[in-house]
């Protein structure tokens, strides 16, 4: 019996403790600045492209093979009169978030910090009524780093 | 107590199937229970609905990659399982890792064990028949510590944070002020759960002296981890086979007497209490210092015909890794010894001959993870 008063105490004693839960979907948590969701591309600002150079690293470092990478010569670049020294540049860029396992390697790998974990609750709330649209194309991928959502944590 | 039916009323044994889309059994276990009357006669478990083939997925992946295979065979101590397989790649490639590294590793191994064994409190409670209120307190403590993984790693689950070498990143700078400030709540909890339940008259009577296993058995069947200890068997790999620093951290190994549900319960929770010690040892000696090998070559490759077998003691038990490499980046032969599929043989020499509400429980005191078992 007296376990039972204890274990009664115990519960009562919840009763002047504070809620621990957070009132999701109406109030989102803080997260983290290392938290991971979904890789994103991210935009170079000065020079009005985008930093990656479409070098495949990231695709082939994918333990899921999720990425898809395709390559051009940039229009922009010092040769062809433009104000970049960037001599490729990424043409088409997918990446199947339905895939992804958000293990950071393509974020360690890449040579021109062009890559970025999304650490924003867009990157948690990516549900769709169809599996196509979870394949997100360079644009979309795009979005968020030239609206200046996204402050980026490269791992070093 | 059995009531004895009439000579001449003539009755039959049933069979039960439970699972596998059935939340008592903690992920998708089958399990077809041969009962007379409400006694389990027979148990014939089925496994296999959760294997993806992970051992030989990283086959086809390098080293680095199959860290984050790893955290999914195991999905409630992913650092567990991760430092099994960094490891053995170590052991393989001759790598010393970091003094910090290891200390960090060590903190946050003991970390993912006091969030897992939370995990085993609340479905623990759950199972036998006290739904809410244990099952929410050990999520509330294990949210905290999950939230300091997030911090560390970035991830709540699936941390891919150990490499062979060391560690992916640096921790943030108010790491051990974090942990400090987790174990205040974890210390909390823990007690919360003692006088929640140890001494709960309901509990006691639903847990001791169910499931009995003797330590012969249970050392025949191969058993490791709490399940093993609470038979009264002392074997703790960070003990009787020191890896990284624990043979310079002072800790006791708590075992059971009798070998029961209940002694699998307080196992766990007294276990509990040696890793928050362990973390705080382990934060006294951590250290300022690389955390990843100076000389580390950018893309890791295994000297030709080589084998290693390396076990660490995980919050289930031995987890271990067999990798058999033939050169190149990637391993050759990947085995993961499952502590839970070990354990799992258990389950039919302890359930025959008990009532079929304590089988769940019983199943429910082993603590099997489904990933872990069929990988």
């Known amino acids: ?156 | 107590m059995v009531i004895e039916s009439a000579p001449d009323f003539e009755t039959q044994d049933l069979l039960i199937n439970v699972g596998p889309q059935h939340p008592s059994t903690h992920g998708v276990f089958r399990m077809i229970l041969e009962v007379d009357g409400e006694i389990v006669k027979d148990l014939i478990p089925h496994i296999g609905y959760l294997h993806r083939g992970a051992e030989k997925l990283c086959e086809n992946n390098d080293f680095r990659q199959g860290v984050g295979y790893m955290d999914r065979t195991e999905y409630l101590a992913s650092h567990n399982a991760e430092l099994s397989y960094v490891m053995a790649v170590e052991a393989l490639a001759e790598l010393e890792v970091p003094e910090r590294a290891q200390w960090i590793r060590m903190i946050l191994c003991e970390l993912n064990r006091l969030s897992s064994h939370f995990m085993f409190l609340g479905a623990f409670g759950v199972d036998v028949g006290v739904f809410g209120t244990p099952f929410i307190y050990a999520w509330r403590e294990r949210e905290a510590l999950i939230d300091l993984f997030e911090e560390i790693s970035g991830d709540r689950m699936m941390y891919a944070y150990f490499r062979a070498g060391g560690l992916a990143w640096e921790v943030p700078g108010n790491f051990e002020e974090r942990v400090r400030e987790v174990l205040v709540s974890t210390r909390q909890g823990m007690k919360d759960f003692d006088n929640l339940l140890t001494r709960n008259e309901i509990f006691l009577a639903r847990t001791k002296n169910v499931g009995i296993i003797s330590a012969e058995d249970a050392i025949e069947l191969g058993m490791s981890g709490p399940t093993l200890r609470a038979s009264g068997v002392s074997l703790d790999i960070r003990k009787s086979e020191p890896y990284m620093y624990y043979d310079q951290i002072d800790f006791e190994v708590p075992i059971g007497t009798n070998g029961d549900v209940f002694d699998r319960y307080i196992v766990r929770l007294k276990e509990m209490e040696q890793s928050v010690s362990i973390i705080e040892q382990c934060l006294e000696r951590l250290n300022d210092g690389p955390i990843m090998p100076e000389r580390m070559p950018r893309m890791l490759r295994l000297p030709e015909g080589q084998e290693v077998y390396i076990r660490t003691e995980a919050p289930r038990g031995e987890y271990g890794i067999y990798l058999v490499s033939k050169g190149g980046n990637k391993p050759w032969r990947l085995k993961v010894r499952s502590a839970c599929l070990s354990n799992l043989q258990a389950l039919k020499k302890m359930s025959v001959g008990q009532y079929v509400a304590d089988a769940i429980i019983i199943l429910g005191s082993i603590d099997i993870v489904l990933s872990e078992v069929d990988r």
């Open chain 1, 1 to 156: 019996m007296r376990g039972i008063i204890k274990s009664l105490a115990t519960t009562m004693s919840t009763f002047i403790r504070g809620p621990v839960t957070h009132g999701y979907p109406s109030k989102h948590r803080e997260l983290p600045e290392r938290d991971r969701a979904f890789p994103l591309l991210l935009w170079d600002k000065d020079i009005d492209e985008p930093f990656c150079t479409g070098c495949h690293a990231c695709e082939r470092a994918c333990p899921v093979e999720c990425m898809t990478v395709i390559m051009k010569d940039n229009p922009n670049h010092e040769s062809q009169d433009g104000n970049s020294k960037r001599r490729k540049i990424v043409d088409e860029f997918w990446i199947d978030y339905g895939r992804c396992m958000r293990c950071n390697i393509c974020v360690e790998v890449c040579n021109f910090e062009a890559i970025a974990m999304n650490n924003t609750w867009s990157g948690h709330e990516t549900s769709v009524y169809d599996r196509a649209d979870l394949v997100m194309d360079l644009p979309q991928l795009m979005a968020q780093s030239k609206s200046d959502e996204i402050q980026e944590w490269v791992a070093d």
